[in-house]
């Protein structure tokens, strides 16, 4: 996949048309799901595709303020219930998004909280955990898009859609998220360069991430890539995870595209980064 071309020019998408996908892309998207690699190994994952129906059995009860959206598609992942599921999901799921786009189908993450609920209300009967709502569909051409806020003038207690002008979210520098060697030293671009990490993280910065507050800090030593987290008290969980997960496949897979491989590991490295309280390690990579 050209992760590099489609993640520059993605977006998430609220406002569908009224037409469906044909089984044809479907079964692209499956064939490409089946062989797409997986943050974390033998975890099985079931996906279900629904249509417009799940609109009204969710209206209250899913996505910001508990606003869902609208749309022809969705795609709902359950997951067996073992450590790290909710990342493997969310790695995958960017996956399935990012070469949906790619076949012209565009998409939306759907935060929710009740996952146990929302399967009631789908009437979905099995034992694995809801770990991501998926809206998908054909984009209304609209001039202009409905984008959440740039998160520096986000304001979590309006936490509502404007409309402006332009059609891309905003996004945080390389020098914003990036440290080198210790917490708070700002990296030089020419540096990462150096290391054959600059396109990572200059990607990397594009990823979604829950009320797009971009809450990836990461810190370059020599041959580690530690990725930290931001706490905030009105983001969950669930979306603390997805939003680590979906940046680790962005980081990887560009990586991956220009130099080696490298496999993201959950456990805190040996060195102490005196990463503040506000913050948190989640994952950290050789490189
Ligand atoms: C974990 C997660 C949950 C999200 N939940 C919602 C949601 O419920 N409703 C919504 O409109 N957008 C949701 N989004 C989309 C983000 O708001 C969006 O990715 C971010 O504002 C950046 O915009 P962009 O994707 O257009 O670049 C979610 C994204 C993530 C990663």
């Given at each position: 996949m050209k992760y590099k071309e489609i993640i520059s020019e993605i977006k998430s998408i609220r406002d569908y048309k009224d037409k469906e996908v044909s089984r044809e892309l479907f079964d692209e998207l499956k064939q490409y799901y089946d062989q797409a690699q997986r943050l974390v190994d033998n975890i099985e994952i079931e996906v279900i595709r629904k249509n417009h129906t799940v609109y009204e059995q969710l209206k209250d009860s899913a996505g910001y303020n508990n606003k869902m959206i609208k749309a022809p598609?969705?795609?709902?992942?359950?997951?067996?219930?073992?450590?790290?599921?909710?990342?493997?999901?969310?790695?995958?799921?960017?996956?399935?998004?990012?070469?949906?786009?790619?076949?012209?189908?565009?998409?939306?993450?759907?935060?929710?909280?009740?996952?146990?609920?929302?399967?009631?209300?789908?009437?979905?009967?099995?034992?694995?955990?809801?770990?991501?709502?998926?809206?998908?569909?054909?984009?209304?051409?609209?001039?202009?898009?409905?984008?959440?806020?740039?998160?520096?003038?986000y304001n979590p207690s309006k936490a509502d859609v404007?409309?402006?002008?332009?059609?891309?979210?905003?996004?945080?520098?390389?020098?914003?998220?990036?440290?080198?060697?210790?917490?708070?030293?700002?990296?030089?671009?020419?540096?990462?360069?150096?290391?054959g990490l600059l396109e990572g993280f200059t990607y990397g910065r594009l990823a979604p991430s829950a009320r797009n507050r971009q809450p990836w800090r990461f810190i370059v030593d020599d041959g580690t890539v530690v990725l930290t987290l931001k706490k905030d008290s009105y983001v969950s969980q669930y979306e603390e995870k997805i939003d680590s997960a979906v940046i680790m496949l962005y980081f990887k897979a560009i990586i991956e595209s220009t130099l080696y491989n490298i496999k993201w590991n959950f456990t805190k490295p040996k060195k102490d980064y005196q990463v503040p309280d506000d913050y948190k390690i989640v994952a950290y990579c050789i490189v």
């Open positions: 598609h969705y795609l709902i992942f359950l997951s067996e219930e073992k450590d790290y599921y909710i990342e493997n999901v969310g790695y995958v799921a960017q996956d399935i998004i990012l070469k949906a786009w790619s076949l012209g189908i565009g998409s939306c993450w759907i935060t929710f909280e009740d996952g146990e609920a929302i399967k009631k209300k789908l009437q979905i009967d099995s034992d694995k955990k809801l770990a991501a709502i998926i809206a998908m569909g054909y984009e209304v051409d609209h001039k202009n898009k409905v984008l959440y806020e740039n998160v520096s003038d404007k409309v402006i002008e332009d059609n891309t979210s905003e996004r945080l520098g390389i020098r914003d998220i990036v440290f080198m060697k210790k917490w708070g030293e700002k990296a030089d671009p020419d540096e990462l360069v150096n290391f």
